[in-house]
């Protein structure tokens, strides 16, 4: 079976937010990020406490309502944030691949799978294959070296076409 098709932009970010979806990462990055600053503005407040000696009540009504208005919102702006990077990384680093220009060719055969992009081969044996993530646009197939390989869903003419490339490489699995 042969499947034919050119990356987008969209399958690179997709990619790009699958390998950055590890939770327990993310949680402590959104924990660090709202603790770093709530710190500031607690030091901020007592540093502003000693310039307004008479007047405490007010500089602590405002630190109170920042550090309220923070904890409601430090999730989203974490989340914006990062959605930022991930498309900065990606028109940086997609613009420098070949992907973009030329076809990729991925075959499956009885020893695993083959990927050939403008005459460079790559061949993956099927026990190289960590496991597989399905999405509504793209097929992840994992290796157990860290790597990604990304196949759109576009790439295949029909959703039958789709569950029997699926099913190929679920039988071939060890």
Same mark, same amino acid.
């Given at each position: 079976m042969e499947i034919i098709f050119k990356m987008t932009m969209d399958d690179y970010l997709e990619l790009l937010r699958l390998k950055n979806n590890d939770i327990s990462i993310t949680r402590k990055a959104k924990i660090q990020y709202k603790i770093s600053i709530a710190i500031i503005i607690v030091i901020t407040t007592f540093f502003l406490l000693e310039l307004v000696a008479p007047f405490y009540i007010p500089v602590l009504v405002m630190a109170t309502i920042l550090l309220i208005i923070w904890f409601l919102y430090s999730d989203s702006i974490f989340n914006t944030a990062r959605d930022k990077t991930i498309k900065n990384l990606a028109n940086k680093e997609f613009s420098k691949s070949i992907k973009?220009?030329?076809?990729? /060719?991925?075959?499956?055969? *009885?020893? $695993?799978?083959? !990927? !050939? %992009? !403008? $005459?460079?081969? =790559?061949? @993956?044996?099927? =026990?190289? %294959?960590?496991? @597989? =993530?399905?999405? /509504?646009?793209? @097929?992840? @197939?994992?290796?157990? =070296? $860290?790597?990604?390989?990304?196949?759109? +869903?576009?790439?295949? +003419?029909? *959703? *039958? !076409?789709?569950? +029997?490339?699926l099913k190929y490489i679920d039988e071939n699995l060890v």
């Open positions: 973009q220009i030329k076809d990729t /060719k991925i075959t499956l055969q *009885e020893d $695993g799978i083959s !990927e !050939e %992009i !403008e $005459g460079m081969y =790559s061949k @993956i044996q099927w =026990s190289f %294959i960590n496991d @597989i =993530s399905v999405t /509504k646009n793209n @097929i992840f @197939i994992n290796l157990i =070296s $860290g790597q990604v390989l990304n196949i759109p +869903k576009r790439a295949f +003419k029909n *959703e *039958e !076409e789709e569950k +029997k490339f």
